[in-house]
Every structure is written in structure tokens, then in C-alpha cells.
């Protein structure tokens, strides 16, 4: 049986990578995915990748944690506001959840078409995950730990950034040529996929 986790980097609303990539490692046999935040913005597809993403987590396969998109998400619901998580691309957001055109009261159409089960999901999202030997959260810690760090947020290009004591995942994906990435642990191996969700080989 594998034993390796995964640890997934920022997906923004690309469903077909989420998909391709999940795939991919359920046919590895991985037991358990690790989401490491900003599962929202950027792509068009957030309301659908949230509701996979919170599938998985009931079914004990995942773990989500809050990324800083899903921080503001959760603080405009809270406050009634959506001026900051406008800034930070939430349009593309909101127009995934009202599922056509948005009324003039953006606010009240956004609330009313958001379902409970994702408020309760942001809500319960903690923001790290952590082993003995391993400690994984969407920003990289701002102290010193003698722990592997695995964190997404900072873009590193088209390939993850792995080194001896840190591994940096943000490889775009929201964007047109963005690619999603796992990290296996403990083998500090990786597994990507394209926009599109087709695994990339060699």
C-alpha cells in the first residue's frame, strides 16, 4: 500500500486540472491529499472546484487548508463587503456561484447563491497541517523550524520548487498555460498536470 501523501498547490478555480490532477494520484494510490489553499479566484470554475474539494475532504481523502483567497472570501461574507476580495479577482468568483448574469446588488445575489455547506467548509479550514517531520500551510512560516516546509502561494514558474528543507508549489494553475502540482512525501517527488488536467511526463 503507498503510504506518500500528497500536498497540492494553489488550484484557483481550474476544475479540469483539479480533476486531471486527483486522478492521477488516486491511481497512484495515494491515500490522502493535502490542499494547500486558493482553491478560489483567477479560473472560472471556483464554486465547482470548491464543491469537489469539500466531496473529497467529507470522504476523509483530503485535508483543505485556507489559502489567503479563501481568507478574504470568508471576511467579505462576514462583513457584507466585497471590495477587498473584488481587488484580489473575485469577480471571476462570484460569477461562478450566481451561475449567469449578476443582479445589481452583487452582494445580495452573491449571499443568497452561496451555499451553507461552503460557508461551514471556510469555516472549518484550519491553516496547517503538520507531522514530526513536516509542517505544510499556504504562506512559507516566518520562523525557523528544523521541519520540512511545504507552501504554495509564492509562483515559482512551471516547476515546484524542492529543496532539502522547503518545497514551494505554486505553479500557476488559474492561468491559460498555469500547471497544477503535487508533491510526494516522503519522496519529495512531484506529479503535474496542464490546464487541461493531462498528467506532464519527461
Same mark, same amino acid.
Given at each position: 500500500?503507498?503510504?506518500?501523501?500528497?500536498?497540492? !498547490?494553489?488550484? #484557483?478555480?481550474?476544475?479540469?486540472?483539479?480533476?486531471?490532477?486527483?486522478?492521477?494520484?488516486?491511481?497512484?494510490?495515494?491515500?490522502?491529499?493535502?490542499?494547500?489553499?486558493?482553491?478560489?479566484?483567477?479560473?472560472?470554475?471556483?464554486? =465547482?472546484?470548491?464543491?469537489?474539494?469539500? /466531496?473529497?475532504?467529507?470522504?476523509?481523502?483530503?485535508?483543505?487548508?485556507?489559502?489567503?483567497?479563501?481568507?478574504?472570501?470568508?471576511?467579505?461574507?462576514?462583513?457584507?463587503?466585497?471590495?477587498?476580495?473584488?481587488?484580489?479577482?473575485?469577480?471571476?468568483?462570484?460569477?461562478?456561484?450566481?451561475?449567469?448574469?449578476?443582479?445589481? =446588488?452583487?452582494?445580495?445575489?452573491?449571499?443568497? /447563491?452561496? +451555499?451553507?455547506?461552503?460557508?461551514?467548509?471556510?469555516?472549518?479550514?484550519?491553516?496547517?497541517?503538520? *507531522?514530526?517531520?513536516?509542517?505544510?500551510?499556504?504562506? +512559507?512560516?516566518?520562523?525557523?523550524? +528544523?521541519?520540512?516546509?511545504?507552501?504554495?502561494?509564492? +509562483?515559482?514558474?512551471?516547476?515546484?520548487?524542492? !529543496? #532539502?528543507?522547503?518545497?514551494?508549489?505554486? *505553479? !500557476?494553475?488559474?492561468? =491559460?498555460?498555469?500547471?497544477?502540482?503535487?508533491?510526494?512525501?516522503?519522496?519529495?517527488?512531484?506529479?503535474?498536470?496542464?490546464?487541461?488536467?493531462?498528467?506532464?511526463?519527461?
Amino acid at each position: 500500500m503507498n503510504v506518500e501523501l500528497a500536498f497540492i !498547490g494553489d488550484v #484557483h478555480g481550474n476544475l479540469r486540472a483539479l480533476r486531471g490532477l486527483w486522478d492521477v494520484l488516486v491511481h497512484r494510490d495515494v491515500p490522502h491529499m493535502v490542499f494547500l489553499g486558493d482553491y478560489i479566484n483567477k479560473g472560472a470554475r471556483s464554486a =465547482d472546484v470548491m464543491q469537489d474539494l469539500i /466531496s473529497h475532504a467529507e470522504s476523509g481523502r483530503a485535508t483543505l487548508l485556507a489559502g489567503n483567497h479563501e481568507t478574504a472570501l470568508l471576511d467579505a461574507l462576514d462583513r457584507r463587503d466585497l471590495s477587498g476580495f473584488l481587488k484580489m479577482g473575485g469577480a471571476m468568483t462570484i460569477r461562478s456561484y450566481v451561475g449567469g448574469r449578476v443582479e445589481a =446588488d452583487v452582494l445580495r445575489h452573491f449571499i443568497t /447563491s452561496f +451555499p451553507p455547506q461552503h460557508f461551514e467548509a471556510l469555516r472549518a479550514m484550519p491553516t496547517t497541517y503538520e *507531522t514530526k517531520d513536516l509542517i505544510a500551510q499556504h504562506v +512559507p512560516p516566518r520562523s525557523p523550524t +528544523p521541519k520540512f516546509c511545504v507552501s504554495a502561494h509564492l +509562483p515559482v514558474g512551471d516547476l515546484p520548487r524542492i !529543496g #532539502h528543507r522547503s518545497a514551494h508549489l505554486d *505553479t !500557476g494553475c488559474g492561468s =491559460d498555460s498555469g500547471r497544477l502540482t503535487a508533491l510526494l512525501w516522503p519522496s519529495r517527488t512531484h506529479v503535474q498536470v496542464d490546464s487541461n488536467g493531462t498528467e506532464i511526463t519527461g
